[in-house]
């Protein structure tokens, strides 16, 4: 089993075709505070695992979890990730219009990944199709305003990673977005407003 990255709530393994992850504990919370968060964030993800394989979505395989270690054992998905792949100036246009789809179906069924950026999604190396990861900080809701924040959090990403390709790749991501989910409309009418409070906010700051 070999450690294969850490974030703020996890630390990932891999061993032969699984990923382990486990949410360790964070010594500044209260013990129970803590046991109590990391026990329901690891049930919701897996919740959300399940739900996408429902979906026949393009994401990790849930083969298990436990909220007792904490932990959540998946599928490694083979591939680069996308931020390697468009920094090669590989096909843009086409993949940005596949995220946005794809973003598109999770928020028809009511999924906000909450940390959609390139890094977070895999051209996969056997089908070649986007496939989404690290639904850590996912959550259910049906409010217009948790998509709009999520489809402006993937804008302000691509404009910092991908700023060669942008506004056209985010221009893309939305054509795909409106493609799959029929109540596109209300949310980039929300992220119009979102954006703006962004912009608002930004300039308080001076």
Partial sequence: MIKIAQGAEAVLYKDNNQIIKERFSKKYRLHHLDESLRKF??????????????????????QDFSDKRMSIVMDFVPGETLKQVLQRGDDFQQLAKEIGEKVG????????????????????????????????LSFFSEKIEDKAVDLFLLDKAMESTHFHFYPEIFERVVEGYKNSYPEAGKVLERLEQVSRRGRNKNKSAY
């Fill in 41 to 62: 964030r690891t049930r919701r993800e897996a919740k959300i695992l399940q739900k996408l394989e429902e979906m026949k979505f393009p994401a990790p395989h849930l």
């Fill in 105 to 136: 179906e999770l928020h028809q069924n009511h999924i906000v990944h909450s940390d959609l950026t390139t890094s977070n999604m895999i051209k996969h190396a056997v089908s070649g199709e986007v496939t989404f990861i690290d639904f850590g």
